[in-house]
């Protein structure tokens, strides 16, 4: 029964790789939609970050002598698709507007990336995977630090400046 769960384990990294992958093309486009300078960076530094996830995952794959393509993270797409549908709103909207939308979409996505890698994590764990284990939690530090990031500039001036834009 292990190998089922070892394919199944090998079908979500596959799903996170497409989804950092089309999560490094979104990210130029709300660095650019966005306004308060520490959120363009912040956005530009997980960029970065995202680049190093697509890379982990391939040292993940290599290291379970396994391909990374074949699926197709309909999720993230989902979810990018939400924020194009927001970014689409600049000029419309306030700009602290934007930019708090923005951090609720960006934040729906670590989210969701946290939630799928705890779950490979455990399996990995559970499958004495270590290498892999190894790769997949330096990369959810980088996920929940960035979800921490994003409140913080919500919560400390943003989000104010979004209501003092909208009345
Ligand atoms: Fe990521």
Request: charged letters at 30%; a negative charge.
């Given at each position: 029964?292990?190998?089922?769960?070892?394919?199944?384990?090998?079908?979500?990294?596959?799903?996170?790789?497409?989804?950092?992958?089309?999560?490094?093309?979104?990210l130029p486009?709300?660095?650019?939609?966005?306004?308060?300078p520490?959120?363009?960076q912040a956005?530009?530094?997980?960029?970065?970050?995202?680049?190093g996830?697509?890379?982990?995952?391939?040292?993940?794959?290599?290291?379970?002598?396994e391909?990374?393509?074949?699926?197709?993270?309909?999720?993230?797409?989902?979810?990018?698709?939400?924020?194009?549908?927001?970014?689409?709103?600049?000029?419309?909207?306030?700009?602290?507007?934007?930019?708090?939308?923005?951090?609720?979409?960006a934040?729906k996505?670590e989210?969701y990336?946290?939630?799928?890698?705890?779950?490979?994590?455990?399996w990995?764990?559970?499958m004495?995977?270590?290498?892999?284990?190894?790769?997949?939690?330096?990369?959810?530090?980088?996920?929940?630090a960035?979800?921490?990031?994003?409140?913080?500039?919500?919560?400390?001036g943003?989000?104010?400046?979004?209501?003092?834009?909208?009345?």
């Amino acid at each position: 029964m292990q190998g089922a769960l070892h394919e199944l384990f090998l079908d979500e990294l596959r799903d996170l790789y497409s989804a950092e992958q089309q999560l490094t093309k979104a990210l130029p486009k709300m660095a650019k939609a966005a306004s308060h300078p520490q959120l363009v960076q912040a956005f530009e530094s997980h960029l970065k970050e995202t680049e190093g996830h697509v890379k982990r995952l391939e040292d993940a794959f290599t290291a379970l002598g396994e391909k990374p393509d074949g699926e197709k993270c309909e999720a993230m797409e989902g979810l990018i698709k939400e924020g194009s549908a927001l970014i689409d709103r600049k000029g419309d909207l306030p700009d602290a507007v934007l930019d708090a939308g923005l951090i609720a979409a960006a934040q729906k996505v670590e989210h969701y990336e946290i939630a799928s890698y705890g779950t490979v994590i455990t399996w990995s764990t559970l499958m004495n995977h270590d290498e892999v284990t190894e790769l997949l939690t330096e990369t959810i530090a980088e996920e929940e630090a960035a979800d921490d990031k994003l409140t913080m500039l919500a919560e400390n001036g943003i989000n104010e400046s979004a209501m003092a834009g909208s009345v």
